[in-house]
């Protein structure tokens, strides 16, 4: 096989482990979607379940780092807030992963922060479970990392994150940064879908009928009936029509996903009037 030929091999290999590489994440994306509730830190089963697989994304990312779990705690965080909280220590202290780096739009990053640099820090954002106690004149915080990660975290974000990690791990740095996908436009990804033909009432039954997790079904002293979660507050359920503008959007261009987040905003300017 001569030099052309080992190239064109070796592209069409990357090539195919980057297409089963973003099937493999959506996958896990669907399983952590059907048992999920974004009551961080709840006693309901969802809830124990949502926060078993949060606080196994702090271990992956510093096992990804080789970094001690005894010295270093992770914190999850927006861009900006990554940047806020970086400015707040000293460079040697803080080593900052974000989801960019791999070439995924998850939003995602993760802060592996010694232990000891943390506990005169005040959080620069607060809600949620940051606090402990509060009164008038004083303030006793939660202990790290839940002290720096205000209201609930971006959890199914985190969890795609964490599961991306062990994916370049075991296959290579690259294997989402170069996808060889279809081109869409915004108007495809937002409004093309198979309800797009319904509205209104019509429209909300449709939607049910996609609910993630309604398949699921339970014993009870009544025989098996559907699981009904009531373990959540404001982003569940998640419906099949929103799961697969999440999947045409993961492996599209920059710019793409800029001018998808500006018609958003758009849609919900028209929304609240």
């Keep these: 096989m001569n030099q052309k030929d080992t190239a064109l091999t070796a592209e069409i290999d990357l090539l195919e482990k980057t297409s089963n590489a973003y099937t493999e994440l959506e996958e896990s994306v669907f399983a952590a979607l059907e048992t999920y509730s974004n009551v961080h830190r709840g006693s309901g089963h969802f809830s124990m379940v949502t926060t078993h697989l949060f606080e196994q994304a702090r271990t992956i990312v510093l096992d990804y780092l080789h970094l001690n779990k ?3 705690t992770v914190i999850f965080c927006s861009s900006r807030d990554a940047e806020l909280f970086s400015n707040q220590i000293s460079p040697d202290s803080c080593r900052v992963l974000s989801s960019r780096d791999f070439g995924l739009a998850l939003g995602v990053n993760a802060l592996a922060v010694k232990k000891k640099a943390l506990s005169q820090l005040v959080p620069f954002r607060v809600g949620g479970g940051t606090a402990r106690l509060i009164s008038k004149d004083w303030v006793i915080w939660a202990k790290a990392p839940d002290k720096f990660e205000a209201g609930t975290p971006a959890i199914i974000n985190v969890i795609a994150f964490a599961k991306a990690l062990q994916m370049i ?3 290579g740095k690259d294997i989402f940064l170069n996808p060889d ?3 869409l436009t915004v108007s495809e990804i937002l409004y093309h879908d198979e309800l797009e033909q319904f509205s209104d009432k019509e429209l909300l039954d449709e939607l049910r009928k996609t609910q993630f997790g309604q398949g699921i079904q339970v014993s009870t002293t009544q025989g098996v009936r559907p699981f009904i979660n009531l373990d959540n507050s404001a982003s569940t359920p998640t419906f099949a029509p929103i799961f697969n503008a999440f999947q045409k959007t993961l492996n599209q261009t920059e710019l793409i996903r800029k001018e998808i ?11 609240l009037n």
């Excluded at 987040?261 to 929304?271: L, P, Y």
């Design 181 to 183: 996908t279809e081109k």
């Design 261 to 271: 987040i500006q018609e958003v905003k758009s849609i919900c300017s028209r929304f």
């Design 169 to 171: 791990q075991n296959d």
């Design 70 to 72: 005894n010295r270093y």
